[in-house]
């Protein structure tokens, strides 16, 4: 089906280019008129916190909006300070004025906030609360926050700015990550050229991937209208659209230079082409849209929403490396060797017996030679570099990790340096009154006044304050400042203080304790953090199982996937183990330009393992079926591993080159969130494409044999079969290729060839 595609696109290549040009166009057309924006929602359906959420917007809806916070730092004198009271109450004034705002709290005249003035008089802060979604309160807020508090600033008061509309409408920026895409396809441009010594061939993956990430990312701002995307959904979207459209292309075109150079014509040379390494793109794509909507199982809408959002990216760059680049392919013909490099040598166009004397076949020769000294060896060094996951500590990204000089990041020290940290992260405590509670306002009060009191008496509780409840009187609402800041075990541990003393608390209040909840941001990102640790098994086992069977169909063994299984799990393990050296122990950490040590953001491992579960499976797809191929063909375990590698090594090399530039090149966002999936899924590739595939594969397939292929008799009755990337068809110890002697080529298909 594949080839036949292929041919069509090359014989009608102006069809199907037309028909990318108008999508494109189209889709950029409709998303800048009715695009939205991402917008981090960390909602957990099933947890307190989420239930304290519900409450809220049933009985108290001006309480739901989105938030920012407002601090104030005097440079001479107190707050209260005549002069300097003038200028806040100017400043409160202004805010008040602007749309959306619900009534502001003034420390200043009303006593229940009095708390909100650090103990020396200098810093004061107040919340602004809007009665909108983030999405809704307009990209220009920030500016008309910072227009509002220019009587303060005119009077030589500091003023910053932190909380969720500022983190959404204010991150960070710089001049070099703003062209992190831009990093890494200069270095994937160097990369091909190297690779495939033609500036034409070049051109073609690199076209194919800018293409797909066009339509994949206005694809995602219509979508971000009627959805709710986290911010790092494009980002990690145009990671993996870059890094995997340039290499499934890459693996296209390769394919088809090297049928041209075996005499193919160009139409049948592009149909080989997809009907091979076509095929490994489309599993190898699959594999990864697979693993990224088994994030599903986590029952986190946002991580669920990062995942399909990243699956969207990856159809779309697949769609358009099996439909897009063999037009492109079509139209250009023979001449996509044209600007040859004059000092390229084209070792994958070798054949086999010439193979075995390249330097990847050579090292594979001595790999497995000595597959008793070097699977150990490589083995430990996978598990040194795994070591420091020991003590991996989740937590959730905060203003206190945003880069120095950021409002945010100054508005979050600010209120450290008065009030302490767990001022950043106060926790809301919401439940229905009793239904007398309206009728005598007085005694309701008495009774808040009263739990306060028990509420204080808790350890790691710096203070309470009673909120601002809605006039009838309906439900209790109270926040409870912790000691500790929002990522400190002690914190989680109040949490869990409070959910337990909470019938204690209440008893003889009237309040049914079973329906008081904590929530607040901070519980909220707790339940998140939870959520996650729990249901990370249902993942590795959606994952590891899906990707077994997979696998056990394609190369009908029971060996080879779980050895892959194995091996991936050895790769993504050093990359957390990086991570964790990186970002809490704080390890050339400069080097990365991060400033100070950060807490691993829960979602990030998850996200890198179903990225990396998928992404490992291109090499491993491309490598196995390539030297089981020479398997089915010699019988010689040891001669289809050599050849394998040497066949395959220059492409693979390639390939993971430009992922580790793509991902390296989003090092550089200022945003350590972006930093540490950047860096981890670079470290992964790497890991993976070197001392995996170069080392572990050939001494550990030498060292196992035939037995590398062994599947039982019943087994390989009743599954399926699946090609991918085959060549011709081979017979060895009774053992039947797949796509083998029962099955007919088509009669204008050319014979398939190795890659």
Known sequence: MLGRLGRFAARHHWWFLTLW???????????????????????????????????????????????????????????????????????????????????LDNPLTDPVFAGNISPDGTILYTSVQFTVPADQVGSGVVDQLEQAAQPASAAGIEVEFGGAVVDIYNAPRSAISEHADD???????????????????????????????????????????????????????????????????????????????????TDDAVGNALATAGSAVLFAGLTVCLAMVALGVMGIPYVRTLGLTAALFVLVTMGAALTLLPAMIGLLGRRVDSLRLPWHHRTQELPADQLSRTLSARWAHEMARRPWLFAPASLVVLLVLTVPLLRIDLGFPTDASAPAGTTQRKAYDLITQGFGEGANGPLLLVGPLPPNASSDPQQTLTLVEGFVQKLEAIPDVARVIPGSNPPDYTILFIEVVPRSGPNAPETKQLVENLRAQMPQALQGTGIDPDQVYIGGTTAELIDLTNRITERMPYLFAVVLGGSFLLLMMVFRSLFVPFKAAVMNLLSIGAAYGVLVAVFEWGWGRGAIGLEETVIIAAFVPVMMFAILFGLSMDYEVFLLSRIREEYLRSGDSHTSVVIGLADTARVITSAALIMIAVFLSFVTNPDPTVKMIGLGLAVAVFVDATIVRMVLVPSTMELMGKANWWLPRWLDRILPNIHVDEGRAATTDGERAPGGEDEEPEPDAPVPTPV
């Open 21 to 103: 040009l108008l999508l494109a166009v189209t889709l950029g057309m409709v998303s800048n008129r009715a695009g939205g924006r991402p917008i981090d929602n960390f909602t957990i359906p099933g947890t307190e916190a989420q239930r304290a959420i519900d409450l809220l917007e049933q009985q108290f809806p001006a309480a739901t909006g989105t938030s920012a916070t407002v601090v104030f730092q005097t440079q001479a004198g107190k707050v209260t300070d005549p002069p300097n009271k003038q200028a806040i109450d100017q400043v409160l004034a202004n805010l008040q004025a602007l749309p959306n705002v619900a009534p």
């Open 183 to 265: 990093v890494g396809l200069a270095l994937a441009v160097i990369i091909l050229l190297i690779s495939l010594g033609s500036g034409v061939a070049m051109l073609l993956p690199i076209g194919t991937a800018l293409f797909s990430l066009g339509v994949a990312t206005s694809l995602i701002v219509i979508l971000e209208r009627s959805f709710e995307i986290g911010s790092i959904g494009p980002i990690l979207g145009t990671m993996l659209c870059l890094g995997v459209g340039i290499d499934y292309s890459l693996f296209v075109v390769s394919r088809y230079r090297q049928n041209l150079a075996e005499g193919m014509d």
